[in-house]
């Protein structure tokens, strides 16, 4: 899997948001992207659009450490592959 993370690095205290062109479920994230925080320390952003109980609707954020790759987010399961069932005891 390619690793889909932009190519530049963000100044220390900013970063970008992007479309998230790969959510299936509402609970995956509607806009995703970087930050470099100011320690200089990269992180991963995320957002959700939620509306409040008045009608304005707002960005709901999430910073998290950045991974190394995107690989193993969404490693496909065989299911096919044969079940190890040993008991280690």
């Known amino acids: 899997m390619a690793d889909l993370r932009p190519k ?4 220390p205290g900013n ?9 299936k479920q ?6 995703t ?3 470099t925080l100011l320690d200089g320390r990269p992180a991963d952003l995320a ?4 509306e ?3 009608g304005n609707k707002f960005m ?13 987010a969404a490693q496909p399961v065989n299911p ?3 079940l190890d069932d040993e008991v280690p005891w």
């Not at 530049?8 to 100044?11: A, E, I, L």
């Not at 709901?60 to 193993?72: A, G, L, N, W």
Request: aromatic residues 14%; proline residues 7%.
């Open 47 to 50: 957002a959700w659009i939620k």
């Open 8 to 11: 530049f690095t963000p100044k």
């Open 26 to 31: 509402d609970n995956h994230p509607d806009y």
């Open 80 to 82: 096919q592959a044969p």
């Open 60 to 72: 709901s954020i999430k910073i998290s450490e950045q991974r190394e790759s995107y690989e193993d």
């Open 15 to 23: 970063g970008s948001l992007f479309k998230n062109k790969f959510k």
């Open 52 to 54: 409040d109980k008045n």
């Open 33 to 35: 992207g970087n930050c």
